[in-house]
């Protein structure tokens, strides 16, 4: 049975930093794709960073590029992201995602001053 737990979600004022974890079990990760997803109330469930397995390519939506960073670690079965300079709009629920199929329970992320 494959399982994603996230963790690292919270409160963080804007110009602070965060840091998101997804665990893996229940199945290898290095040649799959694991991307982050957020959604915000009210609002579709939208990707906002992924990686590529076996070489790790990534990829992030407009709205974060330069402000969130993705990365991996197969041998620990893990997916981070962290973020630099939250800001309001980032606000939302954070779910893990392997190879679009397989979803975290998600973390909330609040960033208010």
């Known amino acids: 049975q494959v399982q994603l737990v996230e963790s690292g979600g919270g409160s963080v004022q804007p110009g602070g930093s965060l840091r998101l974890s997804c665990a893996v079990s229940g199945r290898a990760t290095s040649s799959l794709f694991m991307g982050w997803f957020r959604q915000a109330p009210g609002k579709e469930r939208q990707r906002v960073a992924g990686i590529e397995g076996n070489g790790g390519v990534t990829m992030y939506g407009d709205a974060v590029r330069g402000r969130m960073a993705i990365s991996r670690d197969d041998a620990k079965r893990t997916v981070t992201l962290e973020m630099t300079d939250p800001k309001p709009g980032d606000t939302g629920t954070y779910f893990c995602?392997?190879?679009?199929?397989?979803w975290g329970q998600g973390t909330q992320v609040t960033v208010s001053a």
């Open positions: 995602n392997l190879e679009g199929s397989y």
